[in-house]
């Protein structure tokens, strides 16, 4: 057991487990975000006080620190096993032609791992900060409360083509990601068994495919809704 | 019939401490039916003459299977065509003022010993540490005692057509040797001969990999492309899940 | 020298049973402290080393190879023979053992071979305990399949790659008794003398061949699992590496050698292509169920075999034996090829080769079970000569494939210098003048496994009181220096040719003259050929680079000096033989149809070669062969 724990296939399984945890708080996330979609003052409100719940609820606020972990796990062993690579290969080829034998996204998940680390900074500064510890501005609700206005910050941010342009290009880092990341880890873990072999190839590309594609919407939805 | 003309870029490395670098010579008039080692020995023999010395090359078999041969060629472990070891390629695969760059295997845990000769004992320690079934000589039971499923024996031989040449090791990103060590823990691990052992046996053959310096698997891939004996990955995920079961268990 | 085999008393039947019952046995403690070197680790020696090990002795063992597992034996593909009658065909021991001496043309000895067959059905029982994966019935028992024109189906394989499967087997028993420190294991490293003192095998000097170090290894017993010497000819099936340096040394120490000049000749191999050809491979024998061999009628026809019309093909096996047609033994369709190309009807570029056409098969079975039956032999064929067989037939020709002379040895295994031993094709052993299909696999397990271990301890049981000599020992210091003397010598030479340029000529000459047929006028004129192509070696072959480093080109030169020794005994052994056996065929003894003519009158012996020195010709000792079962008779195909 001990030398399970420090063993390379346990250091990936630990990739795998927190890379799927991940791509569960993708979905809740997402179906958050869905509420983008609802137009007017009613969609304004809806989303404002999601955003208030998922700040201050206890279960979410358990939940936010289980998935900082699982991040911070995720990025740290990963970390460790691309320098550890680099030392399994101290001299490089001259000649490499990886594009004859495997995926590029198989082949550059650090790259787009580093894409994603620095989305997550800007996402994080420009949503989750400045609901946190920004000066947020208020929406006026009709029984006279008044609750940070979340949406505002989204939406505009949103009229910014640059910014959208970068949360797109962003998805599509993820999706190539997931693409090789969900499939892997599944047979990292060692249940990508061969006769479910096309549920899991052909489930980790609709995981792919559909969670980066229905992220980036939101953002295009504002955009031109915004023009 | 005209001959073929090619520059070869090559990696010399006089020894193991020696840093090495690439020297390009020209080899003129070759037939295509030749192998690739046997363009080599027509540079070599060119080299003799000029009072150069020969570049060395881990070959012997020359028909694919004893796993001795083991040269990158374009970036390729054996080269560009599937299946298929350095010996058996043949240089009808190549066009006449191609450029070949030729790299030996590279992975900490396979050194240059000189010019394209690595050293893969860290392989051989691997299977020393657990990739056997404990039997002495004389103690077997009838060959038939045990019936094996005919599709049980397949896959096991599947896994056991491993050669051992390190093209796993070397086409790997990470310099994995995931495939080489699951083809063996798979083949023991299908067979109930090797059932008493099968815990032990993972668990010694992982820890001897990492202790060898090869990296992680990635799952890329690329390994069974390369592959000249075509071993799936799946005995890989196999081993993963040995290994996990096994533990997580105790 | 006297050759004793020391067959044991009593009935054939009987006699490895009571010598395995009466031997002197070492008892574990003292077993602690014996030392056996083994060199070589192929089938033959890493069964011996690991089987040598579990029983506690203490071996060390030694391969040129980068690793143990790349010894030659992982070429074979067929199968290895086991008297089990699973398939319930009347097989048995006796039957196995008569195919044996009938197949070897009774030039073998029968004591030896009885024993092979008694042990080969524990082989396979180890072997599948082992895990190797032997082909199964969908029942789940060990499927077998015929081989080699025996009536019986007795041939173990795993797909066309069973010399592999079994390798692995003994090298990962191998492996554990390394890991027990019970064996010592050094790769890439060669054995370059056998170590004499007091008239026994005591050791011997290895050359490191990364670093160039020579070593002195003392142990109380050598064992030689060396292989056999078909490199000789350069072109043959063999691995590059193969060689006959640690038996040669052997041979020169005092170890005497047997029919030198018995050597297999494969007659489905893919034809040699060029000059820059270095090795040849084999196609299974299979081929030839299905396959029929033609040339043209016309001599020089160089039209593309599928523009020929049937009318103008010679399907010389078919008309010259009609009985067995295309399969007949190796040793007569490889002949039959030769004389077809000797004539001048040859195809291909070079003319050397004949057609092997599978048009009428592919017509009368259809494509589909074509393939399913020689698939992945018709892949092979198109990825090293870059044609289809399923359109165009396939071009072949004979090669050598094996050699049945080797280290004489007694009914122990043992040479004739005490306390060295010789096992699997490095010995001359069972197959006589010609072996069998898969029981060369068969041979090298049976003496590694279930042999030597119980013979070696006779040996052994007297050498109790022997304490380890030390490696300073002057014989040792010889040894080594005569070594490394002979490698200065080369290093120091500065010719202008490369050793692969001579290796190359010699090959041809052996070929030319000691392959398929050999005469007495070219024998003769052979000898003075090797001899003057050896003088100019030592004169004027090129080797580069250092002694102190890896040097390939190094030990190359050493292993093709000797073959050039090697190649002057076999003429020699061929010459002596006046009679066409197996193996060998003598153009002037042959019946009026061109057929083998043995002399059992003259020849029922082993010829035994005594070393007296590189310049002064050696001494043959005879080895009367007794047939007291079996009855030589002659093969007919007709």
């Known amino acids: 057991m001990n030398n399970y724990l420090t063993s390379n296939i346990f250091r990936k399984v630990l990739a795998s487990l927190s890379g799927l945890f991940l791509v569960t708080f993708l979905i809740g996330h997402l179906l958050g975000n869905l509420q983008l979609f609802i137009p007017g003052v009613e969609g304004q409100t809806q989303f404002n006080k999601y955003a208030f ?116 290009f962003c998805m599509v880092a993820l999706s190539l990601h997931l693409k090789h990341g969900v499939e892997s880890a599944i047979q990292t873990v060692g249940l990508k068994i061969p006769s479910y072999e096309k549920f899991f190839k052909y489930g980790a590309m609709l995981v792919a495919f559909s969670i980066p594609a229905v992220f980036a919407s939101i953002p295009i939805y504002l955009y031109v809704s915004s023009l | 019939m005209s001959g073929l003309d090619l520059t070869l870029k090559i990696w010399r490395q006089k020894s193991s401490v020696d840093n090495g670098g690439f020297e390009t010579y020209d080899v003129k008039g070759l037939n295509s039916h030749m192998s690739f080692l046997e363009m080599m020995d027509v540079l070599n023999e060119q080299l003799v003459t000029q009072n150069k010395e020969p570049v060395a090359f881990d070959h012997d078999c020359r028909e694919g299977i004893c796993g001795m041969c083991s040269m990158v060629i374009n970036g390729r472990p054996h080269g560009p065509l599937k299946g298929t070891t350095t010996c058996q390629l043949h240089m009808r695969h190549f066009n006449n003022g191609d450029i070949i760059t030729i790299e030996p295997w590279r992975a900490k845990a396979f050194p240059v010993i000189k010019d394209l000769v690595v050293d893969r004992s860290s392989f051989d320690r691997i299977i020393q540490s657990g990739g056997y079934i404990s039997v002495n ?36 990103k990470n310099a994995s040797a995931s495939l080489f060590v699951s083809a063996k823990v798979s083949q023991l691990s299908l067979l109930p001969q090797g059932q008493p052992e099968r815990k032990e046996r993972v668990n010694k053959m992982v820890a001897q990999m990492d202790s060898e310096g090869f990296g992680h698997c990635t799952n890329t891939g690329a390994c069974e492309v390369e592959c000249p004996k075509e071993i799936s990955i799946e005995y890989i995920r196999k081993m993963n899940l040995d290994y996990n079961v096994n533990n997580i268990k105790s | 020298m006297i050759l004793d085999s020391k067959i044991p008393d009593g009935p054939l039947e009987s006699k490895w049973t009571k010598y395995k019952s009466t031997v002197p046995l070492v008892s574990p403690a003292n077993k602690r402290k014996l030392e056996i070197i083994v060199v070589g680790t192929g089938l033959a020696g890493a069964s011996a080393a690991s089987s040598l090990a579990e029983m506690g002795y203490q071996v060390k063992s030694f391969c040129f190879q980068d690793s143990p597992r790349r010894a030659h034996s992982i070429a074979a593909q067929g199968g290895i023979n086991a008297a089990k009658n699973y398939q319930n065909d009347g097989d048995s021991v006796y039957r196995l053992f008569y195919d044996t001496i009938k197949g070897g043309d009774y030039r073998s000895r029968e004591a030896n071979v009885y024993r092979l067959a008694e042990v080969s059905a524990s082989i396979i029982d180890q072997c599948v305990a082992q895990g190797v994966p032997f082909a199964r019935e969908y029942g789940g028992t060990l499927d077998n399949r015929s081989f080699g024109g025996v009536q019986v189906s007795r041939t173990f394989y795993a797909r066309g790659q069973t010399g592999q499967q ?30 004499k003192i007091d008239g026994k095998a005591r050791g011997v000097i290895v050359r490191n061949l990364l670093t160039g170090e020579f070593n002195r290894h003392f142990g109380h017993a050598v064992v030689l699992a060396t292989g ?188 004739t210098v005490p306390g060295l031993y010789a096992i699997g094709e490095c010995n001359f052993s069972d197959h006589g003048a010609n072996r069998l299909g898969a029981s060369a696999l068969m041979q090298g397990l049976a003496d590694g496994y279930f042999v030597l271990p119980y013979t070696i301890g006779k040996y052994l049981s007297q050498d109790i009181r022997t304490t380890p000599i030390k490696t300073d020992h002057e014989a040792f210091v010889e040894a080594e220096n005569d070594a490394k003397e002979r490698n200065k010598k080369l290093l120091n030479n500065n010719g202008n040719r490369s050793v692969e340029s001579f290796h190359r000529d010699l090959g041809k000459i052996v070929w030319d003259y000691c392959g398929m047929s050999r005469n007495e006028s070219s024998l003769v004129t052979a000898i003075e050929d090797i001899k003057q192509l050896r003088e100019k070696f030592w004169k004027d072959v090129k080797v580069l680079g250092d002694e102190k480093s890896y040097n390939p080109e190094l030990d190359k030169a050493g292993r093709v000096a000797d073959f050039f020794e090697l190649g002057e005994l076999m003429m020699r052994d061929a ?19 061109g057929e083998a003519l043995r002399d059992d009158e003259e020849y029922t012996f082993a010829s035994t070669w005594e070393f007296k020195g590189v310049n002064h010709p050696p001494i043959l000792h005879k080895e009367d062969l007794d047939f007291k079962t079996v009855h030589p008779t002659q093969r007919s195909y007709k």
């Not at chain 1, 206890?58 to 550890?84: E, G, N, R």
């Not at chain 3, 890439?188 to 003398?193: A, I, S």
């Not at chain 3, 010459?575 to 149809?593: A, D, P």
């Open chain 1, 53 to 168: 719940f998922m700040t201050t609820n206890p279960v979410v606020k358990l939940l936010s620190i289980i998935t900082y972990s699982a991040i911070f796990l995720h990025i740290f062993i990963t970390l460790y096993l691309v320098i550890q690579s680099k030392r399994a290969r101290p001299v490089q080829y001259a000649v490499s032609n990886g594009k004859d034998n495997s995926s590029w996204s198989s082949r550059n998940m650090s790259v787009l791992g580093t894409v994603l680390l620095f989305f997550l900074i800007v996402h994080l500064k420009s949503f989750w900060y400045e609901m946190h510890f920004g000066e947020m501005p208020y929406q006026y609700l009709s029984d006279g409360t008044k609750i940070k206005d979340l949406h505002l910050i989204t939406t505009s941010a949103f009229q910014n083509p640059f910014y959208t342009f970068f949360y797109v």
């Open chain 2, 137 to 172: 000589t004389g103690s077997a039971p009838d060959g038939n005692a045990i019936p094996i499923p005919k599709d049980i024996a397949e896959e096991a031989f599947d896994a056991a057509a491993c050669i051992g040449c390190g093209a796993c090791v070397a086409t790997c």
């Open chain 3, 166 to 195: 079994l390798l692995l087997g003994a090298y990962s028993a191998l492996s554990r008794q390394i890991s027990k420190g019970n064996v010592k294991m050094y790769n890439r490293h060669e054995m370059v003398d056998i170590v």
């Open chain 3, 228 to 415: 056999g010497y078909g490199n000789v000819y350069y072109l043959s099936t063999n691995a590059m590496g193969s060689n006959v340096t640690a038996a040669w040394k052997a041979y020169k120490k005092g170890a005497a050698f047997s029919n030198p000049c018995f050597t297999q000749i494969h007659p489905t191999c893919i034809p040699v292509s060029g000059e820059y050809q270095s090795k040849l491979t084999l196609m299974s024998e299979s081929l030839r169920n299905d396959g029929r061999i033609w040339v043209p009628k016309k001599k020089g026809d160089n039209r593309s075999p599928n523009e020929i019309p049937e009318e103008e093909r010679d399907y010389y096996l078919e008309r010259r034996y009609p009985a067995f047609g295309n399969l007949v033994p190796r040793d007569v369709a490889s002949r039959a090829a030769k004389e077809r190309c000797d004539e001048g009807y040859g195809v291909g570029e070079t003319g050397l080769a004949v057609y092997l056409d599978f048009e009428n098969a592919i017509n009368r079975l259809g494509k589909d079970i074509v393939s399913a039956r020689y698939g992945n032999l018709f892949a092979m064929y198109d990825k090293i000569t870059g044609d289809d067989p399923y359109s165009t037939p396939m071009r072949i020709f004979p090669a050598v494939h094996y050699t049945m002379g080797g280290l004489w040895v007694d009914y122990d295994l043992m040479t």
């Open chain 3, 575 to 593: 010459l002596e033989r006046n009679e066409s056996c197996g193996g060998h065929f003598r153009e002037e003894y042959q019946t009026k149809e």
